[in-house]
């Protein structure tokens, strides 16, 4: 089992860009959550997607959007970045029981 | 916000028992107690959980008072890839999960 895999690992983008980040979540979970973590910070909520729809939503702005597919993967979209958005991007997966939730590596945006 | 208050860090020997605290206070009859760790630079992974009675697995023991306003973690021989920071959180099975500021463990050699 691979687990939750994101992609890419790594991602530099130039502030006013667009970025797509990408979450493959564990065999058998259907649900899927995306935290941004800044330096020295713990992870903060931005949204969850649960049968392709988004259920819970923390306090990020409306740049910041996302998409599940049928096959329960997932992507978080952020427009017109800012250089406050550089942070390590998590994404993790649970299954409807709401069992332990499992985390992907992450992906580390840098806007300059 | 988290609903858990932790010190901010904490020292263990390396092969003695890491006792992590966590208080919450405010916790609600449905709600568990998780606990995750974030080694540096990777993403969180999960260590146990419980609603009301001590759980124990391969990784660590989780003891929650009987009024379940705090807990303890234990890391029964911590060893130098134990460092890392450690958060408790309090939750409903199908909430999302909120991080607080956790514990920072360093393990001594």
């Known amino acids: 089992d691979a687990g939750v895999t994101q992609s890419p690992t790594h991602l530099i983008k130039t502030r006013g860009q667009q970025v797509t980040l990408r979450c493959s979540p564990k065999s058998g979970h259907d649900t899927v959550s995306w935290y941004q973590q800044a330096l020295g910070q713990g992870p903060q909520f931005i949204f969850q997607?649960?049968?392709?729809?988004?259920?819970q939503r923390g306090n990020f702005p409306d740049r910041f959007s996302g998409h599940q597919f049928p096959n329960y993967s997932s992507e978080l979209n952020v427009n017109a970045l800012l250089l406050g958005d550089s942070a390590l991007y998590l994404c993790?997966?649970?299954?409807?029981?709401?069992?332990?939730?499992?985390f992907g590596q992450g992906t580390r945006l840098t806007v300059v | 916000d988290a609903k858990t208050t932790q010190p901010p860090s904490m020292d263990c020997a390396e092969g003695r028992a890491a006792n992590l605290p966590c208080n919450h206070s405010t916790i609600s009859g449905n709600e568990y107690v998780y606990w995750y760790r974030q080694i540096h630079s990777q993403g969180p992974q999960y260590i146990i959980h419980g609603l009301k009675n001590n759980e124990t697995n391969e990784m660590a023991s989780l003891i929650i008072t009987e009024d379940r306003k705090s807990s303890t973690l234990i890391l029964p021989h911590a060893t130098l890839r134990d460092t890392a920071v450690y958060y408790c959180i309090v939750v409903r099975r199908d909430d999302k999960i909120i991080f607080g500021k956790g514990t920072r463990l360093h393990i001594l050699p």
């Open positions: 993790a997966s649970s299954d409807r029981a709401g069992t332990e939730a499992f």
């Open positions: 997607y649960y049968e392709e729809e988004e259920r």
